[in-house]
């Protein structure tokens, strides 16, 4: 047993938004040492991102920054300022890992490159996420969540087939570049410890979704193979199977196939498995056989619950879930029982619960999670611990750096 997964490993956090801090985030999240870096007065751009407690706009009440940012501690460093440029010289000489997402050259621009950074500290991964990667013809180009996710993504298969392409709500992209880059970052960091040599880790949000495993892959492989670029498909009718309404809201379950007479049982007609419109499963993509079983399979329904429901469809060996709310989710005994959500107390946004870790350790005792820094929040503790005299912080505060 150790104290924590990534006890001892120091990261300089330089990003913003979202994909860089999901990456620092989950580096935090298994202890690490994170320093974050926002600039004085204004901060992170995520802190103007509700939700908000209340509904109330506030920089330090920003849902999506307080879920982004746990266990790191926070400072304010004016980086284009020849003495923030030095403190920032002075962390990455101090650190395992430096995370940036800025665009390309803006590094290079402040001072602190990769070939700077390595001089500094030869065993240094810097980590940097940006849209479209640090070289290639797309490099400076503009994007977003949207853009990537049409570029990059399964969006021209998404949505339905008479319709404009759909892509999935929230920053499903950032989130995934981000924990990209987590991975990417510890497995350089791996070979940073074998050899001593640091590297420079270039994620692409682009490249990320090019091979994201949510659909993209097998759509990448069947082309390679068939030359199909897929489309998105009709809304067609499947017996037995797909979102249905119940008593309050609505299930998911699979009753197609070799699966059609456990359906049958389960709702008290076995019946049906003979009847003329049915018994051929060629036949069941009918709508007419689809409305014949949905006369017997809505009452059924309509008399459970999503739970209840489920559960009859497991114990007759279908495949089934809920289609929950964040209501449900946050009420599902199974998290409770596992002990995911985890309750912070914030000295301005009070007691929220959040996320917990995407997975657990058995060989960690993983260290207690801490709320996400106020703005500055441990400035003076950190540059105290690079050597800094309080007349020296006192000099830079005055001046703004901080």
Same mark, same amino acid.
Request: hydrophobic residues 35%; glycine residues 10%.
């Given at each position: 047993?150790?104290?924590?997964?990534?006890?001892?490993?120091?990261? %300089? &956090? !330089?990003?913003?938004?979202?994909?860089?801090?999901?990456?620092?985030? $989950?580096? =935090?999240?298994?202890?690490?040492? #994170?320093?974050?870096?926002?600039?004085?007065?204004?901060?992170?751009?995520?802190?103007?991102?509700?939700?908000?407690?209340?509904?109330?706009?506030?920089?330090?009440?920003?849902?999506?920054?307080?879920?982004?940012?746990?266990?790191?501690?926070?400072?304010? %460093? &004016? !980086?284009?300022?020849?003495?923030?440029?030095?403190?920032?010289?002075? $962390?990455? =000489?101090?650190?395992?890992?430096? #995370?940036?997402?800025?665009?390309?050259?803006?590094?290079?621009?402040?001072?602190?490159?990769?070939?700077?950074?390595?001089?500094?500290?030869?065993?240094?991964?810097?980590?940097?996420?940006?849209?479209?990667?640090?070289?290639?013809?797309?490099?400076?180009?503009?994007?977003?969540?949207?853009?990537?996710?049409?570029?990059?993504?399964?969006?021209?298969?998404?949505?339905?087939?008479?319709?404009?392409?759909?892509?999935?709500?929230?920053?499903?992209?950032?989130?995934?570049?981000?924990?990209?880059?987590?991975?990417?970052?510890?497995?350089?960091?791996?070979?940073?410890?074998?050899?001593?040599?640091?590297?420079?880790?270039?994620?692409?949000?682009?490249?990320?979704?090019?091979?994201?495993?949510?659909?993209?892959?097998?759509?990448?492989?069947?082309?390679?193979?068939?030359?199909?670029?897929?489309?998105?498909?009709?809304?067609?009718?499947?017996?037995?199977?797909?979102?249905?309404?119940?008593?309050?809201?609505?299930?998911?379950?699979?009753?197609?196939?070799?699966?059609?007479?456990?359906?049958?049982?389960?709702?008290?007609?076995?019946?049906?498995?003979?009847?003329?419109?049915?018994?051929?499963?060629?036949?069941?993509?009918?709508?007419?056989?689809?409305?014949?079983?949905?006369?017997?399979?809505?009452?059924?329904?309509?008399?459970?619950?999503?739970?209840?429901?489920?559960?009859?469809?497991?114990?007759?060996?279908?495949?089934?879930?809920?289609?929950?709310?964040?209501?449900?989710?946050?009420?599902?005994?199974?998290?409770?029982?596992?002990?995911?959500?985890?309750?912070?107390?914030?000295?301005?946004?009070?007691?929220?619960?959040?996320?917990?870790?995407?997975?657990?350790?058995?060989?960690?005792?993983?260290?207690?999670?801490?709320?996400?820094?106020?703005?500055?929040?441990?400035?003076?503790?950190?540059?105290?611990?690079?050597?800094?005299?309080?007349?020296?912080?006192?000099?830079?505060?005055?001046?703004?750096?901080?």
């Amino acid at each position: 047993m150790f104290d924590n997964a990534l006890a001892g490993v120091r990261v %300089l &956090d !330089l990003s913003h938004h979202v994909a860089g801090p999901q990456c620092t985030k $989950l580096l =935090a999240d298994y202890g690490a040492d #994170v320093i974050k870096v926002e600039r004085p007065g204004a901060g992170d751009p995520a802190r103007t991102m509700g939700p908000y407690p209340g509904d109330e706009p506030h920089p330090e009440k920003s849902g999506m920054f307080l879920h982004l940012n746990t266990s790191k501690r926070g400072i304010t %460093l &004016d !980086l284009k300022d020849p003495a923030g440029l030095q403190v920032a010289k002075d $962390l990455a =000489a101090n650190s395992d890992i430096v #995370v940036e997402n800025f665009r390309p050259g803006v590094m290079d621009s402040l001072g602190l490159g990769y070939e700077t950074l390595e001089a500094i500290n030869p065993a240094v991964v810097v980590t940097s996420i940006s849209n479209f990667g640090q070289t290639g013809p797309y490099r400076d180009l503009k994007s977003s969540d949207l853009v990537a996710y049409a570029m990059g993504g399964p969006m021209n298969i998404t949505g339905h087939a008479d319709r404009e392409p759909l892509k999935l709500a929230g920053n499903i992209v950032a989130i995934h570049a981000g924990s990209v880059g987590a991975y990417a970052s510890m497995v350089a960091l791996f070979e940073a410890e074998d050899d001593g040599e640091g590297q420079h880790v270039d994620v692409s949000v682009y490249e990320t979704q090019a091979g994201f495993r949510d659909r993209r892959v097998i759509w990448l492989t069947a082309y390679a193979y068939t030359g199909d670029i897929g489309s998105r498909p009709d809304p067609g009718i499947r017996v037995a199977s797909g979102t249905k309404p119940c008593a309050d809201g609505y299930v998911n379950i699979l009753g197609f196939g070799p699966r059609f007479r456990d359906i049958c049982e389960m709702i008290g007609h076995p019946e049906l498995v003979d009847h003329p419109l049915l018994s051929n499963p060629a036949g069941r993509s009918d709508p007419e056989a689809a409305y014949l079983f949905d006369e017997f399979y809505f009452p059924w329904l309509f008399e459970r619950t999503k739970l209840e429901a489920v559960n009859a469809a497991q114990d007759h060996h279908l495949l089934a879930g809920p289609i929950n709310n964040v209501e449900d989710i946050f009420h599902d005994p199974h998290f409770a029982e596992r002990g995911y959500w985890e309750s912070i107390e914030h000295s301005e946004a009070g007691e929220l619960t959040y996320p917990g870790r995407p997975f657990k350790m058995s060989g960690a005792e993983l260290p207690d999670r801490s709320p996400a820094p106020l703005l500055g929040q441990h400035t003076e503790q950190v540059l105290a611990e690079l050597g800094r005299s309080s007349d020296d912080i006192t000099e830079l505060r005055n001046s703004g750096v901080i």
